[in-house]
């Protein structure tokens, strides 16, 4: 697996999980979030966005992780080895989600100028995590079989799974072609 799309809601860890794999697996992340954000939060044009995406997918390896699916699923999963659903509760997102926005630390998957802050744009924000699953994971999963149907599927709900899922992984990429070679 070398490049590897991680998708699921807000605060469902797919920014810690693509650094992790990264790390892990000796490849660069991508985090649509970070190339798609203007800082203060401004939009892009929808054009420079999928051109940044194209370029950042372009390598041979990647884990890439964000939604995006009607914007980027063309460019990305056709190139794809592995998608990762996380299925994690939205409590737990929400949990997530208002902790790191109270706390308001850097994040490395963000762009500069784009802090995360209590204000009515936040409540929004908390709806959106409440709803995901019911109002747009169903539009994401359709966009996915329609475009990468043929790319394996791996559903994992919470940290265990993660973890387990991680362990079974080879360190890098030469262990992991080191590995194929003695199969």
């Known amino acids: ?27 660069p992340v991508v985090h649509l979030d970070k190339l798609f954000w203007e800082p203060g939060w401004v939009e892009p ?5 999928r051109t940044r995406v194209k370029e950042a997918v372009a390598s041979d ?16 999963l056709p190139r794809a080895e592995l998608v990762i659903w996380l299925d994690t509760s939205r409590f737990t997102c929400l949990r997530r989600v208002i902790m790191r926005s109270v706390l308001n630390k850097p994040r490395p998957d963000l762009p500069a100028g784009c802090s ?3 204000d009515k744009a936040f409540l929004t924000f908390l709806k959106f995590v409440w709803g995901f ?5 169903p539009s994401i999963e359709a966009m996915r079989l329609r475009v990468g149907a043929l790319v394996p599927v ?18 890098s ?8 070679q003695h199969v």
Request: net charge positive; aromatic share 8%.
């Open 45 to 49: 044009d929808a054009e420079a966005f």
């Open 133 to 137: 699953d019911r109002d747009y994971r």
């Open 173 to 180: 990429r030469d262990e992991g072609a080191q590995a194929s």
């Open 154 to 171: 791996v559903h994992l709900h919470n940290e265990r799974q993660i973890d387990q899922f991680l362990q079974a992984l080879p360190k």
């Open 116 to 118: 995360e802050r209590l």
């Open 61 to 76: 390896a990647w884990v890439c992780e964000g939604n995006y699916s009607r914007r980027t699923f063309d460019l990305r």
């Open 1 to 27: 697996m070398q490049r590897i799309v991680i998708l699921g809601n807000a605060g469902s860890g797919k920014s810690t999980l693509a650094r992790t794999l990264g790390k892990r697996l000796d490849i």
